[in-house]
Protein backbone atom coordinates (compact mmCIF):
# COMPACT_ATOMS: atom_id res chain seq x y z
CA UNK A 1 0.00 0.00 0.00
CA UNK A 2 0.99 3.81 -0.36
CA UNK A 3 1.93 5.90 1.95
CA UNK A 4 2.06 9.85 2.56
CA UNK A 5 3.73 11.92 4.69
CA UNK A 6 3.17 15.61 5.40
CA UNK A 7 6.19 16.65 7.86
CA UNK A 8 4.93 19.53 8.47
CA UNK A 9 1.83 19.62 10.94
CA UNK A 10 1.50 23.34 11.94
CA UNK A 11 2.80 26.06 10.14
CA UNK A 12 2.08 29.85 10.70
CA UNK A 13 2.96 32.58 8.59
CA UNK A 14 2.53 36.37 8.40
CA UNK A 15 0.37 37.57 5.43
CA UNK A 16 2.70 38.17 2.29
CA UNK A 17 4.88 35.15 3.00
CA UNK A 18 6.00 32.40 1.03
CA UNK A 19 4.83 29.22 1.65
CA UNK A 20 5.92 25.60 1.00
CA UNK A 21 4.36 22.50 2.30
CA UNK A 22 5.95 19.30 2.12
CA UNK A 23 4.29 15.65 0.26
CA UNK A 24 6.19 12.87 0.42
CA UNK A 25 4.81 9.34 -1.38
CA UNK A 26 5.97 5.75 -0.72
CA UNK A 27 5.11 4.26 -4.33
CA UNK A 28 7.55 3.50 -6.65
CA UNK A 29 5.38 3.01 -9.85
CA UNK A 30 2.74 5.47 -11.69
CA UNK A 31 1.20 7.83 -9.47
CA UNK A 32 -1.43 10.60 -9.81
CA UNK A 33 -0.95 13.41 -6.96
CA UNK A 34 -3.37 15.55 -5.13
CA UNK A 35 -3.58 18.73 -2.61
CA UNK A 36 -7.09 18.90 -1.19
CA UNK A 37 -7.43 21.85 1.50
CA UNK A 38 -10.01 22.22 4.22
CA UNK A 39 -11.03 26.03 5.40
CA UNK A 40 -12.61 26.00 8.91
CA UNK A 41 -15.85 24.32 8.87
CA UNK A 42 -16.03 23.17 5.18
CA UNK A 43 -15.12 20.26 3.28
CA UNK A 44 -12.64 19.18 1.86
CA UNK A 45 -11.91 20.36 -1.85
CA UNK A 46 -9.64 19.74 -4.39
CA UNK A 47 -6.68 22.26 -4.80
CA UNK A 48 -4.68 20.86 -7.74
CA UNK A 49 -3.85 17.79 -9.20
CA UNK A 50 -1.02 16.35 -11.33
CA UNK A 51 -1.56 13.63 -13.95
CA UNK A 52 0.97 13.72 -16.25
CA UNK A 53 3.13 16.12 -18.51
CA UNK A 54 4.58 19.25 -16.90
CA UNK A 55 5.79 18.64 -13.28
CA UNK A 56 4.72 22.24 -12.34
CA UNK A 57 0.87 21.94 -11.71
CA UNK A 58 -0.93 25.16 -11.28
CA UNK A 59 -4.13 25.25 -9.40
CA UNK A 60 -6.53 28.18 -7.73
CA UNK A 61 -5.91 30.52 -5.90
CA UNK A 62 -2.17 31.15 -6.97
CA UNK A 63 -1.23 27.51 -5.45
CA UNK A 64 1.28 25.56 -7.41
CA UNK A 65 2.74 22.25 -6.81
CA UNK A 66 6.13 20.29 -7.97
CA UNK A 67 6.15 16.97 -9.03
CA UNK A 68 9.53 15.76 -8.75
CA UNK A 69 9.70 11.89 -9.48
CA UNK A 70 13.39 11.10 -8.13
CA UNK A 71 12.63 12.34 -4.74
CA UNK A 72 9.06 11.10 -4.46
CA UNK A 73 7.65 14.22 -3.50
CA UNK A 74 4.92 16.82 -4.89
CA UNK A 75 5.37 20.22 -2.69
CA UNK A 76 2.41 22.82 -2.23
CA UNK A 77 3.83 26.40 -3.03
CA UNK A 78 2.19 29.86 -2.83
CA UNK A 79 4.40 33.08 -3.18
CA UNK A 80 2.50 35.12 -1.02
CA UNK A 81 -0.21 33.87 1.17
CA UNK A 82 -3.46 35.32 2.67
CA UNK A 83 -5.45 35.33 5.90
CA UNK A 84 -8.02 33.74 3.68
CA UNK A 85 -4.94 30.73 2.79
CA UNK A 86 -6.02 29.61 7.00
CA UNK A 87 -7.06 25.95 6.38
CA UNK A 88 -5.84 22.42 6.76
CA UNK A 89 -3.63 20.75 3.51
CA UNK A 90 -3.77 17.59 2.67
CA UNK A 91 -1.64 15.54 -0.15
CA UNK A 92 -3.03 12.55 -1.14
CA UNK A 93 -1.58 10.00 -3.97
CA UNK A 94 -3.16 7.12 -5.77
CA UNK A 95 -1.14 4.32 -8.20
CA UNK A 96 -2.21 3.89 -11.51
CA UNK A 97 -2.28 -0.05 -11.01
CA UNK A 98 -5.49 0.71 -8.24
CA UNK A 99 -6.67 4.56 -9.36
CA UNK A 100 -9.58 4.08 -7.13
CA UNK A 101 -7.86 4.07 -4.16
CA UNK A 102 -6.85 7.55 -2.84
CA UNK A 103 -3.92 7.79 0.53
CA UNK A 104 -4.00 11.32 1.89
CA UNK A 105 -1.36 12.13 4.55
CA UNK A 106 -2.15 13.34 7.82
CA UNK A 107 -2.28 17.05 6.49
CA UNK A 108 -0.74 20.23 7.29
CA UNK A 109 -2.01 23.27 9.50
CA UNK A 110 -1.86 26.42 8.02
CA UNK A 111 -2.44 29.98 10.31
CA UNK A 112 -2.01 33.15 8.60
CA UNK A 113 -1.70 35.72 10.80
CA UNK A 114 -3.33 39.29 9.55
CA UNK B 1 -27.82 21.96 -2.82
CA UNK B 2 -25.91 20.02 -5.27
CA UNK B 3 -23.20 18.53 -2.86
CA UNK B 4 -22.43 15.35 -0.76
CA UNK B 5 -24.71 15.65 2.21
CA UNK B 6 -24.14 13.61 5.52
CA UNK B 7 -26.39 12.88 7.94
CA UNK B 8 -26.04 13.23 11.06
CA UNK B 9 -23.48 15.54 11.13
CA UNK B 10 -22.92 14.94 14.87
CA UNK B 11 -23.53 11.39 16.54
CA UNK B 12 -23.03 10.81 20.30
CA UNK B 13 -23.49 7.67 21.52
CA UNK B 14 -22.25 5.45 24.50
CA UNK B 15 -20.31 2.32 24.29
CA UNK B 16 -21.60 -0.68 22.69
CA UNK B 17 -24.59 0.65 20.66
CA UNK B 18 -25.19 0.65 17.24
CA UNK B 19 -24.83 3.53 15.04
CA UNK B 20 -25.99 4.70 11.21
CA UNK B 21 -24.19 7.35 9.45
CA UNK B 22 -25.57 8.26 6.19
CA UNK B 23 -24.23 9.81 2.77
CA UNK B 24 -26.45 11.03 -0.07
CA UNK B 25 -23.68 11.79 -3.09
CA UNK B 26 -23.99 14.05 -6.00
CA UNK B 27 -26.64 12.95 -8.52
CA UNK B 28 -24.92 11.03 -11.11
CA UNK B 29 -22.05 9.81 -9.50
CA UNK B 30 -21.29 6.42 -9.26
CA UNK B 31 -18.41 5.82 -7.10
CA UNK B 32 -18.59 6.47 -3.62
CA UNK B 33 -16.01 6.26 -1.10
CA UNK B 34 -16.09 6.39 2.88
CA UNK B 35 -13.30 7.31 5.03
CA UNK B 36 -12.23 7.73 8.42
CA UNK B 37 -10.48 11.19 9.99
CA UNK B 38 -9.37 10.77 13.50
CA UNK B 39 -7.95 13.72 15.62
CA UNK B 40 -4.77 15.07 14.16
CA UNK B 41 -4.97 12.58 11.59
CA UNK B 42 -5.21 12.11 7.46
CA UNK B 43 -8.59 10.94 5.84
CA UNK B 44 -8.31 6.64 6.46
CA UNK B 45 -9.91 4.74 3.28
CA UNK B 46 -12.31 2.73 4.57
CA UNK B 47 -14.34 0.95 1.80
CA UNK B 48 -15.29 2.06 -2.37
CA UNK B 49 -18.61 1.08 -3.98
CA UNK B 50 -18.83 1.25 -7.85
CA UNK B 51 -22.19 1.02 -8.20
CA UNK B 52 -24.12 -1.12 -5.92
CA UNK B 53 -21.42 -3.23 -5.10
CA UNK B 54 -18.60 -2.79 -2.51
CA UNK B 55 -15.38 -2.54 -5.35
CA UNK B 56 -12.99 -2.46 -2.05
CA UNK B 57 -13.58 -3.06 1.12
CA UNK B 58 -10.24 -3.77 2.42
CA UNK B 59 -10.17 -0.37 4.83
CA UNK B 60 -12.35 -1.54 7.30
CA UNK B 61 -11.34 -2.04 10.36
CA UNK B 62 -13.32 -5.16 11.85
CA UNK B 63 -16.18 -7.29 11.27
CA UNK B 64 -17.89 -4.68 13.28
CA UNK B 65 -18.26 -2.12 10.36
CA UNK B 66 -20.44 -2.67 7.31
CA UNK B 67 -21.79 -0.30 4.66
CA UNK B 68 -24.43 -0.71 2.22
CA UNK B 69 -25.51 1.12 -1.37
CA UNK B 70 -28.22 -1.02 -2.36
CA UNK B 71 -29.69 1.17 -5.18
CA UNK B 72 -26.64 2.85 -6.08
CA UNK B 73 -26.89 6.26 -5.10
CA UNK B 74 -27.06 6.17 -1.01
CA UNK B 75 -25.08 4.73 1.07
CA UNK B 76 -25.31 4.26 4.80
CA UNK B 77 -22.11 3.26 7.32
CA UNK B 78 -22.86 0.77 10.07
CA UNK B 79 -21.33 0.07 13.37
CA UNK B 80 -22.09 -2.51 15.42
CA UNK B 81 -20.91 -2.46 19.33
CA UNK B 82 -19.45 0.99 18.97
CA UNK B 83 -16.18 1.23 21.01
CA UNK B 84 -14.22 4.25 22.15
CA UNK B 85 -11.61 3.92 19.59
CA UNK B 86 -14.06 4.48 16.72
CA UNK B 87 -14.71 8.00 17.97
CA UNK B 88 -14.01 10.06 14.75
CA UNK B 89 -15.02 12.05 11.48
CA UNK B 90 -16.62 9.67 9.36
CA UNK B 91 -16.89 11.18 5.70
CA UNK B 92 -18.09 10.53 2.27
CA UNK B 93 -17.29 11.20 -0.74
CA UNK B 94 -18.41 10.77 -4.14
CA UNK B 95 -16.88 10.67 -8.14
CA UNK B 96 -18.29 10.51 -11.49
CA UNK B 97 -18.11 7.90 -14.06
CA UNK B 98 -15.24 9.65 -16.16
CA UNK B 99 -12.32 9.92 -14.02
CA UNK B 100 -10.89 13.55 -13.57
CA UNK B 101 -9.38 11.70 -10.24
CA UNK B 102 -11.29 14.47 -8.04
CA UNK B 103 -13.45 13.16 -4.99
CA UNK B 104 -16.31 15.29 -3.74
CA UNK B 105 -16.18 15.64 0.13
CA UNK B 106 -19.36 15.62 2.22
CA UNK B 107 -18.71 17.58 5.49
CA UNK B 108 -18.44 14.49 7.47
CA UNK B 109 -20.46 12.84 10.58
CA UNK B 110 -18.60 13.40 13.70
CA UNK B 111 -19.01 10.46 15.80
CA UNK B 112 -18.70 10.25 19.89
CA UNK B 113 -18.49 7.30 21.54
CA UNK B 114 -18.57 7.88 25.39
Known amino acids: AQSVSQHNHHVILSEAASLELGCNYS??????LFWYVQYPGQHLQLLLK??????LVKGIKGFEAEFIKSKFSFNLRKPSVQWSDTAEYFC????????????FGSGTKLNVKP | GAGVSQTPSNKVTEKGKYVELRCDPI?????LYWYRQSLGQGPEFLIYFQGTGAADDSGLPNDRFFAVRPEGSVSTLKIQRTERGDSAVYLCASRPGGDTGELFFGEGSRLTVL
Open chain 2, 27 to 31: SGHTA
Open chain 1, 27 to 32: YGGTVN
Open chain 1, 50 to 55: YFSGDP
Open chain 1, 92 to 103: AVRALYNFNKFY
